[in-house]
């Protein structure tokens, strides 16, 4: 299996514009995890898919933020307006069944917005 | 909320030195994970421990879980420079199928 999959790897953009991260997990997984890691808040959960429906997305930070689950195996996070304290790495993890389940984490989308 | 603290925040040790990081919740908790995010890569699993006192060992790395459920450990014996990186703990509290990440432990090791 290729593992958690995660485009763009990298995403320059100008404040104000949309931005669209992109994950697919891992096949036969059923639980989809949106993080932001930034140095000054560490690793937080902005929302979190049980068999494509959103369970928590309480850690989302602004309506700005919105993510959608359409089928199994395809997930995205948009940003729109972007800010700069948008900047951070966005990590999509999967996981078999729950979330206390071990994770499996994509390589992350750096994104920063100028 | 649930809230995972995790100290040090940093550690620096010489290679064959030991290292210790450690993690409490402000919940009891079912279950605690250990992942290692190494720089500039992403977390990766390494356990998770489900019983009150459990302990695993991973070759030099020993993971604990305390009696009353609400701190654990992890250990690594004599460090090498492949352990550089940061080490998360996570839990998941009683009743919830969600994990809270701790802040995480930077490890660097001097050759």
Redesign the interface.
């Known amino acids: 299996d290729a593992g958690v999959i995660q485009s763009p790897r990298h995403e320059v953009t100008e404040m104000g514009q949309e931005v669209t991260l992109r994950c697919k997990p891992i096949s036969g997984h059923n639980s989809l995890f949106w993080y932001r890691q930034t140095m000054m808040r560490?690793?937080e959960?902005l929302i979190?898919f049980n068999n494509n429906v959103p369970i928590?997305d309480s850690g989302m930070p602004e309506d700005r933020f919105s993510a959608k689950m359409p089928n199994a195996s395809f997930s995205t996070l948009k940003i729109q307006p972007s800010e700069p304290r948008d900047s951070a790495v966005y990590?999509c993890?999967s996981s078999l069944y729950?979330?206390?389940y071990?994770?499996?984490?994509?390589?992350?989308t750096r994104l920063t917005v100028t | 909320g649930q809230q995972v603290m995790q100290i040090p925040q940093y550690q620096h040790v010489q290679e064959g030195e030991d290292f210790t990081t450690y993690c409490n919740s402000s919940t009891t908790l079912s279950n605690i994970q250990w992942y290692k995010q190494r720089p500039g890569g992403h977390p990766v699993f390494l356990i998770q421990l489900v019983k009150s006192g459990e302990v695993k060992k991973q070759k030099r790395l020993t993971f604990q879980f305390g009696e009353a459920k609400k701190n654990s450990s992890l250990h690594i014996t004599a460090t090498q420079t492949t352990d550089v990186g940061t080490y998360f703990c996570a839990g998941t509290g009683a009743g919830s199928y969600q994990l809270t990440f701790g802040k995480g432990t930077k490890l660097s090791v001097i050759p």
């Open positions: 560490g690793l959960l979190y928590d990590f993890a729950r979330a206390s071990e994770q499996y984490f994509g390589p992350g």
